[in-house]
């Protein structure tokens, strides 16, 4: 069974007079216990497809979909609770921003303690509560928080954006989630414990089968251990597909600059003070989108046909939208 399943999602945002399409008619599927890496420039819509996924976005934004399943429930036809009910149980998310997103106003062991999974604790109230201390712990403790008494007793603002950070992933991997959506959850880690939370999450993602959607810009992470990329450019996921295929065979233009302008990704030695690959040009605004495909005016094989929006193609399970794709379809 397919753990997501999603079909031609729009995520606009409503202005006092217009609507801006942000992601448009993206589709995006993963099984259970997958790792699909979500791929792509800043501000190409890759956080906004996460939030609306968990349902964090206020309502400047409209979130429609043709298909939205998750575990074989159809979203679409629950109502917000009953949506809410099912995402806060088996879903959860580690933000970009963690301080901005634990609690101000409250101590580090609360929090935590909200985040434990709803179950019966036995015994008298006094053990009930060092049981949860014990949770609490474990869970510092496998993120790499030392001195747990004195974090505990702490509030954000006494931390630092790292140990806020492991925090919160503490707090996402408490209730053994079905689908965990890191949303660069490395960023602000120094590069050993950015390490040690990779390692913690591919071990929950063996032995507990949790699915990640891992969002990032850090390609050597990723490329070794997801089953899936997806890349995105402009709001559209332009390609997808099974991680080595991608990898050794990219259909889009975007996706081969993208890999091409990392050092250890790009084919062939690098010789000393060469400059990296780039595409020319910058990515446009939502406001400003060429007519057309997305890529259009920087791409380096851009034809005539491309002043027409590429349709969304499947070739051997790779999903592409490209009129001049770089493989042969018929091999
Ligand atoms: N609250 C907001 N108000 C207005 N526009 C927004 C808001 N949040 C996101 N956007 C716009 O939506 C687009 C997608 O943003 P998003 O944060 O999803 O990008 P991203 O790919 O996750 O980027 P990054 O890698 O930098 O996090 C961008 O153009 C961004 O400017």
Known sequence: MKL?????????????????????SANFSMKEGEVSALIGESGSGKSLIAKALVGVLNNRWEVTADRLHFMGEDLNRKSDKERRKIISRDVSMIYQEPRRC???TANIFSQLEESLPDREFS????????????????LLHKVGVKDHRAIFESYPHMLSEGVCQKIMIAM???????????????????????????????????????????????LNTITSWADTINVMYCGQLIESGKTQKILSAPMHPYTKALFDSEPDFKSG???????????????????????GCR??????????ACVKMPEQRKVRGQQFRCHYPLQELTK
């Not at 015994?123 to 474990?138: A, D, I, M, Y």
């Not at 507990?208 to 969002?215: L, Q, S, T």
């Open 4 to 24: 997501l399943d999603i079909r031609n999602l729009n995520i606009e945002l409503l202005t006092n007079d217009d609507r801006i399409r942000a992601v448009e």
């Open 102 to 104: 634990l609690d101000p």
């Open 123 to 138: 015994g008298w109230f006094g053990s009930r509560k060092s049981q949860r201390v014990k949770l609490c712990s474990n």
């Open 172 to 218: 996402a991997i408490a209730k053994e989630p079905k689908l965990l959506i890191a949303d660069e959850p490395t960023t602000a880690l120094e590069s050993t414990t950015s390490l040690q939370v990779i390692k913690l999450l591919k071990s929950l993602n063996q032995l507990k089968d949790m699915a990640v959607i891992f969002i990032t810009h850090n």
């Open 269 to 291: 030695d690098i010789d000393k003070k060469e400059r990296l690959y780039t595409l020319k040009g910058t990515i446009p605004t939502l406001q400003h989108l060429p007519a």
């Open 295 to 304: 890529l259009g005016p920087r791409c380096p094989n851009a034809q005539k």
